[in-house]
């Protein structure tokens, strides 16, 4: 066993800073598979403000010590971690096509829910200043489902569009899902179409419910969880 393995401490309660350091490892981080390694968790960022933030929450969240490997990669070598991170509904191994959103943050505070998110997009999100957008590209489907159902949470309007980025080194098309937000009351001025779930009609939660599209774009609204 790898001398650097540490047992965690689990915090008592979810807060502002646990659901941020949640929302770093959905962004930017990986878990390996528990039956084929040593409980690793890994986490890809150059900025060094938010990897000193990771590292930070992560010996004060969890008693850990978030190794920096490179410029790059931090790793935490943590079974515990691992299946804990299982345990609150995480795929177990995690990679950028299985993520989602922890359940519980449905039922979090509206600081916990803009804690992740704003974690989130501080990991993985764009700026384009031209059209004054905020947005951010996942393999998960899921992921930009739960996403958008966030910031709904908050009173934001969030679209979400699959996309086929070209690239030289894929033998066939690869779809990501865009997650945009902010410009959107100029979005919702163009509104060409809406269309609403039948009445009486059973909803589960996360479910598409209905479709909003404007001459920009359109895009799916999903059940609250």
């Known amino acids: 066993m790898r001398g650097n393995v540490v047992q965690i401490q689990v915090p008592a309660e979810t807060s502002e800073p646990f659901w941020r350091w949640i929302g770093y490892v959905i962004a930017e981080g990986c878990a390996e598979d528990l039956d084929k390694g040593a409980g690793k968790l890994w986490w890809t960022n150059t900025d060094v403000t938010l990897r000193s933030e990771f590292v930070a929450l992560s010996k004060e969240l969890f008693g850990v010590e978030a190794r920096e490997r490179n410029a790059a990669q931090i790793s935490i070598y943590s079974p515990d971690l691992v299946r804990f991170l299982e345990e609150i509904g995480l795929h177990v191994p995690m990679n950028s096509e299985n993520k989602v959103v922890p359940p519980a943050l449905f039922r979090g505070t ?80 163009d509104v060409v179409f809406v269309e609403l779930p039948q009445k009486g009609r059973k909803l589960k939660a996360g479910e598409s419910c209905a479709v909003v599209e404007s001459v920009k774009t359109a895009s799916d609204i999903y059940t609250p969880i």
């Open 110 to 189: 509206d600081g916990e829910v803009a804690a992740f998110l704003s974690a989130y997009l501080d990991g993985d999100g764009t700026v384009c200043s031209k059209q004054a957008d905020v947005s951010a590209v996942t393999k998960s489907p899921l992921l930009a489902r739960d996403l958008v159902t966030l910031f709904s949470r908050l009173g934001v309007v969030a679209f979400v569009k699959p996309i086929q980025p070209a690239s030289v080194c894929w033998m066939e098309p690869r779809t990501y899902y865009q997650v945009t937000v902010s410009g959107a009351q100029d979005e919702l001025t």
